[in-house]
């Protein structure tokens, strides 16, 4: 069975089965070439309201199933994930420009993702609560009822599942943007893969599209809860507009995450662990090693190693080289990163290597000679560029890596885990990787970030995903009617 024939989609949306979108359609395009690829339908604010209404009659029924033929359709998800991971694979590869591996990662993850809530849908929902008075008094958890998941372009078939997964395992009905830029990967194969599982209509609905859309989605009174993947200045955006309609919003924002490479580390796994953080998927991930602090007895030689192993990767297209580095996903984006290294070398940082550009296919960058005030330091580049800054003591790499509005991921190399254990301690971060980069994700572990990375809840586990996805609510039980008074 082919997953994603064209011929399914054109011009169209998932919404209670293929319907004409109202907002139109737009080409899905290669970033590597500029080609074509697909057409895909774009909603706009009425698809979202009929898709909404439809969920919450739709939610219902899929919560009254019970919870192992919920689990089934999880599984199977799952299942269906693994076995069509080539075709899916090559999409992401042609429409995010990825290279096959992460591919690979993402079909794999996704997988994970249904399983571990198909094992969600069983967990325990509540707690019995001690009580002053002579009755039972109980906690439960319950669906929140329809759920708004918004995804981005970079990873979206796991930034997606994440959230979707947990959500339809616990009860919920959910309608899903994508980014329209990656409308396939990120829409299209999430819808099918739930079709064939046997997902019931209506309770899952895909509808890419851009701000109108999103707009839409967040003020729907059908839907109760927004999980939203992206910047953190449109994070704010979807927070502000939540916060007027008092729905709860679960923000998973951007960061500029800090690689702590201590006096004591192994240089040579130093290198490859700040060359894979920084350049892995053109740095277009929340969790990109964005600033490497390096004790001043190694910056230098540090610095001459990372540069030579950036000039050394092969950028191109994934789908016909063999290459590290694919395309960044559009003009705009790639603009965006080229003006934060020629800003940063105008204010005196030095282009170690890189800094060019073909089409859309950036060089692997390194900059040295950096301060906290070099642009492609200071902000979130979200591109292939590694900035180098030293320091001379722990307490000046704590402070350095903590300067950071962002509070998402963190590295911190050493021989020493004691001492790395400690300095973590100090540098606000929701996710802290010892001897590692910065960049690491599992379906069963907690994930998310603080200040302006996130607004504080977490996506992934049991305990992160009932919190996320259910509401509670408290109830009594007792023989008999209580007598009062009047």
């Known amino acids: 069975m082919t997953l994603l024939d064209s011929a399914d989609w054109h011009g169209r949306i998932y919404s209670d089965g293929w319907v004409r979108a109202d907002g139109g359609d737009a080409a899905v395009r290669e970033p590597a070439t500029g080609d074509e ?11 979202v309201a009929r898709a909404a209404a439809r969920a919450a009659q739709a939610q219902r029924d899929w919560a009254a199933t019970p919870y192992d033929k919920r689990a089934a359709v999880l599984r199977r998800a799952g299942q269906l994930w693994e076995e069509h991971a080539a075709e899916v694979g090559d999409w992401i590869v042609r429409e995010t420009g990825s290279v096959p591996p992460k591919a690979t990662l993402e079909t794999d993850t996704a997988a994970q993702e249904c399983y571990e809530a198909a094992a969600l849908a069983s967990h325990p929902l509540g707690e019995i609560i001690q009580s002053a008075q002579p009755r039972l008094s109980l906690a439960r958890r319950l669906p929140v009822g329809v759920v708004g998941v918004i995804s981005p372009f970079n990873v979206p078939i796991i930034l997606g599942v994440r959230s979707v997964a947990p959500a339809l395992a616990l009860g919920n009905a959910v309608v899903l943007k ?19 599982a046997g997902l019931p209509p209506g309770v899952l609905h895909v509808l890419p599209g851009g701000p109108e859309a999103g707009e839409a989605l967040v003020a729907d009174p059908h839907v109760r809860l927004i999980s939203f993947t992206g910047s953190t200045s449109a994070g704010r955006q979807v ?31 130093a290198v490859s662990a700040g060359a894979w953080g920084s350049f892995l998927h053109q740095g277009q ?8 602090l390096v004790h001043e007895s190694l910056a230098d030689e540090y610095v001459d190693r990372l540069a030579e192993k950036a000039a050394q990767l092969p950028v191109g297209d994934p789908a016909r080289e063999h290459v590290a ?9 790639r603009d965006k990163i080229h003006s934060l290294v020629t800003g940063s070398v105008d204010a005196g940082a030095t282009l170690v290597t890189g800094g060019t550009y073909e089409n859309l296919f950036y060089r692997p960058t390194v900059l ?25 003591d722990l307490d000046e790499a704590a402070k350095l890596a903590a300067d950071s509005e962002y509070g998402l991921s963190l590295g911190i190399l050493s021989r020493d885990v004691m001492k790395a254990m400690a300095f973590a301690e100090r540098v606000p971060s929701g996710i802290v990787h010892i001897n590692d980069q910065t960049v690491s994700d599992e379906a069963v572990a907690p994930f998310g970030g603080v200040a302006a990375s996130g607004n504080g809840p977490r996506l992934g586990g049991p305990a992160a995903n009932l919190a ?19």
């Open 37 to 47: 690829i697909g057409r895909t339908g774009i909603a706009n604010a009425a698809d």
């Open 239 to 269: 927070g502000q507009a939540a916060a007027r309609h008092l729905k709860r919003v679960l923000l998973e924002l951007g960061g500029n995450s800090a690689l702590v490479v201590l006096d004591d580390a192994d240089l040579d796994l």
């Open 285 to 292: 991930i929340c969790m990109t090693t964005g600033r490497h």
């Open 178 to 196: 994508p980014d329209p830029r990656t409308a396939v990967t990120g829409g299209v194969a999430v819808a099918r893969i739930f079709e064939e």
């Open 368 to 392: 040295s000679g950096v301060t906290p005030a070099t642009p492609a330091y200071a902000h979130e580049v979200f591109g292939p560029v590694a900035p180098v800054l030293r320091f001379g």
């Open 468 to 486: 996320a996805f259910t509401e509670t609510q408290w109830v009594t039980v007792q023989g008999d009617i209580t007598r009062y008074p009047f």
């Open 325 to 333: 580095l694919g395309p960044i996903i559009d003009e705009r984006q």
